[in-house]
């Protein structure tokens, strides 16, 4: 299987909010491609028009070169959600169902069955009731059921969001199996940046309906240190010749790059300082607002703060024990404007 | 004295079932195959138009819903005379020859337990995890499929309704009074039996055929039960 997925000029709208706008993008056949964004940026949205399960507000989605339209596009892709959702029957009748669409005979159905809930690690689920599995067992009869089809393209949503280990070591080798062995063509929307370097040869970044980035996998130590803190914004000019970009919620930062208008922002986690108390510095942008997550990275720990937007913030674990912040707390954020990346849109 | 009452009927209820009286039999059987008969032309045509009300979205859906919500309360005896106008000899479909038949009874009682079908229905399907469609759909089921996969898996809420109807149906009796008009050995049954016998005085056996009524509600019901129990 080489199919070739190609998002033309795909935008969609929920009402008046733009889930994507405008996405271009071509999905290698054969390869795993990871979608990484923060929440809302489109990720599931975009699986969801690829499946076929809904039709984009404008553009097309072309595999091996022909516009499909969302039923050919059922019968070519299907996607696993990321909440576990199955039928009310049995294991077998779960994993039955799309084989009976396709008019499978019973001995060839079994054997596919078998075969799929081997490769998941469920041997002798048939007969259990879907609903009353673990969650991570339900997840991996999600996926089971979708290889079940032998599906041409391949849709993850979040595979192993909220996994047990296990289930979710599982689910990663299925997905590198399938896509080395039978050349399945696969996308998965990933929160977890480490997953996504496992899995994809290719990374794209969506942020508010965008893809701001892609690059290879090779890329992505780089990729995850830069797109960490990414907004979209509009740079104007300021005093003594410096530049300030909004990027909503009142929240404006000052840099010294020389681009005006539509921008997209990043800043690397480590360049961002945490204060409890108003640093006397020569940084630009210094925003107050509270802690929202403490994270532990090793010997770092990763802090998400709100001050208007969220930001994310990398600090020693030496530091955040002397500072002795907890969620909630209150933090000075403090960036120099050089540490500001800015890129036309 | 209605203790004194309410037990002599129980014995007389006792009496008369073991006993197999030939009058109550017959029209138990008629309240059951009347009420059986409607619940099953009603299912045919509310279930399918529950599903659509369920699973589509189109423009006046909720004035739909809630015009179908409004009539679950419809007094019987109002809708049993307005079938009573319809089928008289004088009425629009009185050739049909349906006014006191146990079919005309059927069709008038399905009319009044369809709201109750495509409400219940409705609900059930609604209350479906809307992933169930999204997951048939991905998984490459047409549209009608998936209609047939969402009425699986709600198969206990559409139980539920089918029993509330059937119950609606066996307990009423404007409708059956009304089309049926209460004919011995031809269109009576419980509800009209008891309304005459109470009539007439003889409490005790009312009493008696009201036990049996209850007795089969509470039978379909327990029977129902243990069907959704499986189907769980």
């Avoid at chain 1, 942008?285 to 998400?304: H, I, P, Y």
């Avoid at chain 2, 039999?25 to 195959?33: C, D, E, N, P």
């Avoid at chain 2, 004088?90 to 009874?105: A, D, K, Q, R, Y």
């Amino acid at each position: 299987m080489t199919n070739h997925v190609e998002v033309r000029q795909v935008s969609h709208k929920y009402g008046q909010l733009e889930a994507l706008k405008k996405i271009n993008m071509i999905f290698d056949g054969g390869e795993v491609t990871a979608l990484i964004g923060p929440n809302g940026s489109g990720k599931s949205t975009l699986l969801r028009i690829i499946a076929g399960l809904e039709k984009p507000t404008e553009g097309a989605i072309i595999v091996d070169e022909k516009p499909r339209d969302p039923r050919d596009l059922r019968s070519i892709a299907t996607l696993v959600f990321q909440r576990s959702v199955a039928f009310n029957t049995s294991v077998y009748d779960n994993l039955a169902y799309g084989l009976k669409l396709r008019g499978l005979g019973r001995s060839q159905m079994s054997e596919k069955v078998t075969d799929v809930l081997r490769m998941v690690g469920l041997e002798g689920f048939e007969k259990r009731r879907a609903r009353r599995l673990s969650g991570g067992e339900q997840q991996r009869v999600s996926l089971a059921r979708a290889l079940a089809i032998d599906p041409e393209v391949l849709l993850l949503d979040e595979p192993s969001a909220n996994l047990d280990p296990r289930s979710a070591s599982v689910v990663e080798n299925v997905i590198t199996r399938v896509s080395h062995e039978l050349g399945t063509t696969t996308i998965l929307a990933s929160h977890n940046m480490g997953q996504a370097r496992r899995l994809a040869s290719k990374v794209a970044v969506l942020e508010e309906g965008k893809i701001v980035d892609v690059s290879t996998s090779g890329d992505l130590l780089e990729t995850f240190g830069r797109f960490q803190n990414i907004f979209s914004g509009h740079a104007v000019s300021g005093d003594s010749g410096i530049t300030l970009i909004e990027i909503g919620n009142e929240v404006k930062l000052e840099t010294t790059n020389t681009i005006r208008g539509p921008v997209t922002v990043s800043i690397r986690p480590e360049e961002i300082v945490v204060s409890k108390i108003p640093l006397q510095s020569s940084a630009r942008n210094v925003f107050k607002g509270k802690v929202t997550e403490a994270s532990d990275r090793g010997n770092n720990v990763q802090l998400k703060a709100d001050v208007g937007r969220e930001f994310t913030a990398l600090i020693t674990r030496k530091s955040f024990d002397e500072m002795q912040v907890t969620i909630g707390s209150d933090v000075y954020l403090v960036i120099k404007a050089q540490a500001i990346q800015v890129t036309e849109q | 004295m209605p203790l004194g009452v309410f037990v002599e009927g129980l014995i007389q209820a006792i009496r008369l079932i073991l006993t197999g009286n030939p009058e109550v039999l017959s029209v138990a059987l008629r309240s059951i195959q009347v009420s059986v008969l409607s619940t099953i032309l009603a299912s045919a045509w509310s279930v399918p138009i529950a599903l659509v009300i369920g699973l589509k979205n189109f423009p006046g859906k909720r004035i739909l819903k809630t015009i179908f919500q409004g009539l679950l309360g419809v007094p019987t005896v109002a809708l049993g005379l307005f079938f009573f106008l319809l089928l008289s000899r004088s009425g629009p479909v009185g050739f049909l020859n349906l006014l006191f038949t146990v079919n005309g009874m059927v069709i008038g009682q399905s009319f009044l337990i369809a709201p109750i079908l495509i409400s219940f229905t409705t609900s059930a399907i609604e209350s479906t995890d809307v992933e169930i469609r999204d997951l048939a759909r991905t998984l490459g089921a047409s549209e009608t499929t998936v209609a047939f996969t969402i009425a699986r898996e709600s198969m206990s809420g559409i139980l539920l309704a089918i029993v509330a109807a059937f119950s609606r149906a066996i307990a009423e009796l404007g409708v059956v009074m009304m089309v049926g008009g209460n004919i011995r050995n031809v269109t009576r049954v419980l509800t009209t039996a008891i309304a005459l016998e109470t009539a007439r005085g003889d409490i005790a056996f009312s009493i008696a055929l009201a036990i049996i009524l209850l007795a089969i509600v509470y039978f379909v019901t327990f029977l129902v039960n243990f069907v959704q129990r499986r189907v769980r």
